[in-house]
């Protein structure tokens, strides 16, 4: 099983940009789907945005479309976050997490679709 360490997290201005990655070790998760998450105090943790493992398939938590954008180099193991225009609300530990996945355009939204999680990264936007 694959092992996911987060990365860039940080304190930012609203308007703000902050560059999210998820580096993977262990094993290649080129057949791995891969999704972010976060999780802000108080409240579940929550879809931001996925990736098919063919890279040809992207989706996106309505609050974040157009400000996010999620890409992966299987070459190098990683998956990325791009995060633009950060609000307030966008304030929250962040997680990477991964599951095999055998159809090669899935994405998957749930948190319970996903086996393997990184430990977080903490981003904090203020106002």
């Known amino acids: 099983q694959a092992q996911l360490a987060e990365s860039g997290g940080g304190l930012v201005q609203a308007g703000g940009s902050l560059s999210l990655s998820c580096a993977a070790s262990g094993r290649s998760i080129s057949r791995y789907a891969m999704g972010w998450f976060r999780q802000a105090p108080g409240k579940e943790r929550e879809f931001v945005a996925g990736?098919?493992?063919?890279?040809?398939?992207?989706f996106y938590a309505d609050s974040v479309k157009g400000r996010f954008t999620i890409a992966r180099d299987n070459a190098k193991n990683t998956a990325n976050l791009q995060m633009n225009n950060l609000k307030p609300e966008d304030t929250a530990a962040y997680y990477c997490?991964?599951?095999?996945?055998?159809?090669?355009?899935?994405?998957?939204?749930?948190?319970?679709?996903?086996?393997?999680w990184g430990q977080g990264t903490q981003v904090t936007v203020s106002s």
């Open positions: 997490a991964a599951r095999a996945s055998s159809w090669s355009t899935v994405v998957y939204t749930d948190r319970r679709d996903y086996d393997t």
């Open positions: 990736i098919s493992f063919s890279s040809t398939r992207t």
